[in-house]
């Protein structure tokens, strides 16, 4: 018999006004716990791995990260959508800048399989606000559930490790828990071919254009922007570019989602780049490529890393950084090869946050330099980067 998990005695069957016109739903896990909500967003059925992030705001770039992709996406935040989705610029031009990248996003689309709150605002309040969250993710048919004790939730994601999970709306299909399960995500938000993007100034004071190759397995938008606004061409390839096929003067591997042993094609890429020595960093998925490129090992957390505060100590150094990450995997610390060492590492849990090459400029971290809306702590990596590429190029 299924396991029903009550949510709290207030908030729920009371629901307020706004909400009196919502559907009943619920969320059941594969061990076969239910959590009792209403529907908000679109009225509809869906399965996914469901993982839990602890970031307070942000959910606009929360639910377009593709490295979400397949996922259903539980906020430890008890409240989301007070301050709306911003569907357009400050003067109203639209949803994307000149040169396609989405303005206030992290993809094109919200990439989530569904979204699971505590309590769900729909009257939201801030100058940029287009529309509701529910009125967003109903147009990008993608289900919520509010009114679950989500604090529960969480308790028994931690204890048991994310689950394969399904959104069941009152009136609505079943779906079975592993339809959701996406065979090769990274394929999926990967872009489908060659593409360049320029900054407002492609030349650096010495004269030289300065072209990075950015390995796309699932890349957020904020990449692009930092790296651009260090005045750099950005050539984004698909995930199983061969990185050998073109003229770079440094290679970044972007972030993404699911497993990084299925992306043995980049794997292969990257293996190449190293022979060439040009400056290589990589970030959360990417952090796992490089490592398996280099001879490690990588493995599945339990419950993963996700949210906007978790603090990396930086190996020799002592310093600690708080960070933005999404990730479900980690590389293992004991299989990294001679010439490698850790580099960062997780307060919480002593996981590798970060690795990089005694002998050659290619390194990689595991959170998000570039995390928007933040922090930004650790931005100057993506310096430290274009630095070691503007010297190797002089």
Sequence with gaps: MAKKENTPKTGVESKPIRHRAAKR?????EDGSEYSGWSFGRSRSQAGEVVFTTGMTGYPQSLTDPSYRGQILVSTYPLAGNYGVPVKSKSGEGFFDGQGIPLHFESDRIQVSGFVVSEICDEPSHFTSGCTLSAWLEKGNVPGVFGIDTRALTARLRERGVMQGKILVEGGRDVTIDSGIVVNPVADVSCGEMKTFLPADTVDKNGKKLKILLIDCGAKANIFRCLLARNVEVMRAPWNYDAGAIDYDGLFLSNGPGD???????????RKAFTLGKPIFGICL????????????????????RGQNQPCIEIGTGRCYITSQNHGYAVR????????EAWFINANDGTIEGIRSTTHPFSAVQFHPEGCPGPRDTEFLIDRFIAQVKERVK
Excluded: S
Excluded at 260 to 270: F, H, M, N, Q, W
Excluded at 333 to 339: C, H
């Design 25 to 29: 739903a619920k969320l059941v896990l």
């Design 260 to 270: 990084p042993k299925d992306c043995g094609k980049t794997i292969a890429a990257v």
């Design 286 to 305: 990417g952090n796992q490529i490089m490592a398996l490129a280099a001879g490690a090992d990588t493995y599945k957390l339990p419950y993963g890393h």
């Design 333 to 340: 610390n004991d299989t990294l090869p001679k010439g490698w």
